[in-house]
């Protein structure tokens, strides 16, 4: 087992060095100039140059890299280009929104789907199986964003219950944290529910035609401690996987849900970075996302032995 | 005793509905019988024949597309069929258990076996914790597993097949129940782990007086256990009465028909070989897997070792031995469908455990193979004709002249040549296996390998595919090695017997000498183990 994770942790290297070539020759070899966006409309082309020089875009690409990676390996993310602070100030400042409505829509996503799922495979072929079924198609075929204005309409500008946009930070205040990102939650959510409930409902349908399933009601235990304690265990692994890649995608959800309600997170920031060609800033954030996406399949495997004591690593 | 007069259970005249468009409108249509305390009754028929539809009606188990619609099931005078959902609940594994065919699957694989007993406990009693863990310990030691505090932590994967069905067994009787029904408890475990479980079953009903409906479709295990037999025919109860009398002076002619079906286990004699050319012959052949694991060390595993056997024109080998002796990976190891890693296999002249997959390609021709599960091993989306062809039009011949060859195959193996371009569902078990041999011999093979072709038939289809693999080998002066785990099928088929046990040939002899005088030790515990050695089935007394 503590081989298995070292070994997993060590294979991120490789996983980032490529990541990190291929990110940097693709902000170098797409068009826009940084310099160019910095200096603005009215600038001089000796101006331009200036800043050129000023943020080493001067140099040979190679040497551009170079420099960049010993600085990763010193610990030194660079200083953004455009908002004239250290992208690691900017990531820190910007951190909280995402993770919060990460955390919310997962708790959000699990919370409802998993016992729809199971419901629905229990009573498979009801009323209620296929009004989840039928939740779950619209919920993979509306955009995020037409979900999103829709629930505004109603929850903020038709109930009032909600305020429409904006971030408060939950230090400074919890209950403004909570209204705040309650909404957001439930539109980057009910893709989610729609995934998880699916395949918690096939998996623990195909689990319920197994043996010990039928064993379990010739003992005379009761339908809920079949289905949770027997049926759902049995279930998880795909389940698991399932959440695993959602939490992964989050992040991309994440960038609408933040421009549609104003959140300042991640999300927004690389749509920002990206914008104004801010390479420190968008090398530096699609790495950590990168780490985040092997560290968090690393933990999905994991947890497999958590539920199947028959997986062993 | 007045209890023992008294059935724990009656069933009346009971009648189980099919969904409309089935084959017969009744699963199980008017069937009475009783089982008396300390009894045990066996219910035997072949597949379809309505047994297991009765013990899940019993229990109240039954799938939903299946409905009671007539008569009554008196568990110690308390009809279960009006009983509720939740006082059937109270009674199972209180006052009727099941066991099921299947110890691999029966148990919940991601909870320990004691947790999985202590369930029953904790539902149906009021003892606390320290007071479950005892009981649990006490019923595990009275299965006869040993260390029980290490069973109680194990998970099933951690058990073999005979250590599953025995926490089965713990987990049913672990609270006196008056009534067991077992379900082919033994049917997928080896003839050694069956004996010992057919004795387990027999000491504990014995010692509580618990009544047992033991269903079965294997007249050994009858002829072992029962005290009573009922015979069930698509739904309904051919003949019931004491074993003894069922076996020898049955009454109708299905079951005289049933129990003459059963191979015998004395073999029939073949003569003396006079045939010189050797089809196939292994050198020192062997099999050994080893999983590699970068910090640990190697994990060895030798499935087969030093294998040699011979099989020459027109006979049949049949190898011998129970799960993982290896049998099966010398049988896949002769047609390179995996390769061996030590030793060598001559077909012919020709060596080919060696030889690179190019060269083997045109040899594959002549080792065919005809697998245990004929509802597996054909291709449901094409036709039997299609798969039947397939194999002669990879090796050059023409369609048409392929189809010519299917057709006449189809009449060698006693099937409608018109019935080619059907697909594999609408055709019996036993019709599929004769299809699968039709496709075998297509390849025109000098070697036929049976790897348990027969076993997943019923004994009287068992009976007629026997008998045609029989004729073929004859008809077409075939090479035959069969590969099976039953007794009884080896000693009516096989001219030589080789048998098997942990990956290495223990004995190895003609048919007859091997089966009267067995000389190797667990050659001779396997036959001890034959349920029903002593019964001479179809030898009827006169009525």
Not at chain 1, 268 to 280: H, K, M, Q, W, Y
Not at chain 2, 76 to 94: D, K, P, S, W, Y
Not at chain 2, 215 to 222: A, E, L, N, Q, W
Not at chain 2, 310 to 323: A, K, N, P, Q
């Amino acid at each position: 087992m503590i081989d298995f994770i070292a070994r997993r942790l060590v294979a991120i290297i490789p996983v980032l060095a490529v990541v990190a070539i291929f990110v940097f020759l693709m902000l170098r070899l797409t068009p826009g100039d940084p310099a160019a966006v910095i200096a603005g409309d009215n600038a001089t082309s000796d101006q331009i140059d200036l800043i050129r020089a000023k943020l080493g875009l001067d140099l040979p690409i190679w040497q551009q890299f170079i420099i960049w990676i010993g600085d990763i390996l010193r610990g030194n993310l660079g200083e953004s280009f455009f908002f004239k602070k250290t992208v690691v100030e900017l990531i820190a400042q910007r951190l909280q929104p995402t993770l919060a409505l990460s955390i919310c829509t997962l708790i959000i996503a699990v919370a409802t789907a998993v016992p729809l799922g199971v419901l629905a495979a229990y009573r498979h072929g009801s009323l209620l199986d296929r009004v989840v079924m039928g939740f779950s198609v619209m919920g993979f075929s509306l955009p995020t964003f037409v979900i999103g204005y829709c629930l505004i309409y109603v929850f903020a500008i038709d109930l009032d219950w909600l305020p429409v946009q904006g971030y408060t930070r939950i230090e400074v205040d919890f209950w403004g944290f909570i209204s705040h990102i309650i909404l957001p939650s439930i539109t980057l959510g009910i893709i989610y529910v729609a995934l998880i409930a699916r395949i918690t409902r096939a998996s623990v349908l195909e689990v319920l035609n197994e043996d010990y399933i039928r064993t379990a009601r010739a003992k005379g235990l009761s339908n809920r401690v079949v289905l949770m304690r027997h049926a759902l265990r049995n279930a998880a692994v795909p389940i698991l996987t399932v959440i695993g890649i959602g939490v992964a995608l989050l992040i991309g959800g994440a960038v609408v849900t933040e421009t549609v309600y104003g959140l300042p997170g991640l999300g927004r920031l690389t749509v920002e970075a990206v914008l104004s060609r801010d390479f420190p800033t968008i090398q530096a954030v699609i790495l950590m996302f990168s780490v985040v996406y092997v560290v968090i399949n690393l933990l999905i495997d994991i947890s497999y032995t958590l539920f199947d004591p028959r997986i062993r690593y | 005793m007045s209890s023992d007069t008294t059935p724990v259970l009656e069933v009346k005249n009971l009648s189980v509905a099919l969904p409309p468009g089935g084959d017969r409108t009744n699963a199980v249509d008017k069937v009475s019988f009783t089982v008396k305390p300390g009894e045990i009754v066996c219910l035997v028929g072949e597949s379809g024949s309505g047994k297991s539809v009765i013990a899940f009606t019993i229990m109240g188990l039954l799938a939903k597309a299946l409905r009671p619609v007539s008569g009554e099931i008196l568990l110690q005078g308390e009809n279960v069929l009006a009983a509720n959902e939740e006082r059937l609940r109270e009674l199972r594994c209180t006052r009727m258990s099941m066991i099921f065919q299947e110890p691999m699957t029966a148990l919940n694989p991601v909870m320990t076996c004691g947790d999985q007993i202590d369930e029953v406990l904790s539902t149906h009693t009021k003892l606390d914790a320290a007071q479950r863990k005892a009981k649990i310990i006490g019923i595990l030691t009275r299965v006869k597993l040993p260390e029980p505090e290490r069973i109680y932590a194990s998970f099933p994967h951690q058990l073999s097949g005979g250590q599953r069905q025995r926490i089965m067994i713990a987990m049913a009787l672990v609270l006196d129940p008056v009534l067991l029904i077992a379900d082919e408890p033994t049917t997928a475990l080896d003839v050694t782990t069956q004996a010992e479980i057919l004795k387990l079953i027999a000491e504990l009903q014995g010692s509580q007086g618990t009544g047992v409906l033991f269903i079965t479709h294997d007249f050994g295990v009858v002829a072992e256990i029962a005290r009573r037999v009922a015979v069930l025919r698509w739904g309904e109860l051919v003949e019931m009465g004491p074993t003894e009398q069922i076996l020898s002076r049955p009454q109708q002619a299905y079951t005289r028909m049933l129990i003459s079906s059963v191979p015998s286990i004395h073999p029939v004699h073949r003569g003396v070989r006079l045939e010189k050319e050797t089809v196939l012959r292994t050198e020192k052949l062997g099999k050994t897997y080893s999983a590699k694991s970068f910090f640990q060390k190697a994990r060895v595993v030798k499935a087969a070792v030093d294998v040699d056997l011979d099989i020459r024109r027109g006979e049949t080998l049949g190898i011998v031995g129970e799960s993982g002796s290896g049998k099966s990976t010398v049988a896949r190891c002769i047609a390179r469908l995996i390769d061996p890693t030590e030793g060598k296999v001559f077909l012919g002249t020709t060596e080919i455990a060696t030889i690179s997959p190019s060269r083997l390609r045109p040899h594959r021709r002549r080792v065919q193979i005809v697998f245990q599960d004929p509802y597996r091993s054909l291709n449901p989306r094409i036709t039997v004709g299609d798969s039947i062809v397939e194999g002669p039009m990879n090796f050059g011949l023409k369609r048409d002249e392929a189809l010519g060859r299917a057709r006449k195959l189809m009449e060698t193996v006693q099937l409608d040549p018109n019935a080619l371009d059907r697909y594999p569902h609408q055709f019996s078990g036993g019709q599929r296996q004769r299809i699968c041999i039709a496709r075998a011999l297509a390849m025109e093979p000098e070697l036929l390998i049976a790897d348990e072709a027969v076993s997943a038939l019923d004994v009287s289809v068992q009976k007629q595919v026997l008998g045609l693999l029989d004729e073929i080998r004859q008809r077409l002066n075939l090479a035959v090695l069969f590969i099976t785990h039953d007794l009884r099928v080896a000693a009516q088929i096989c001219d030589y017997v080789a048998v098997m046990s942990q990956g290495r040939v223990v004995e190895y002899g003609a048919a007859e000498q091997v089966f009267s005088a067995p000389k190797h030790a667990y050659t001779k515990s396997l036959f001890a183990a034959a349920p029903g050695r002593n019964w001479e089935f179809g030898k009827f007394a006169a009525a």
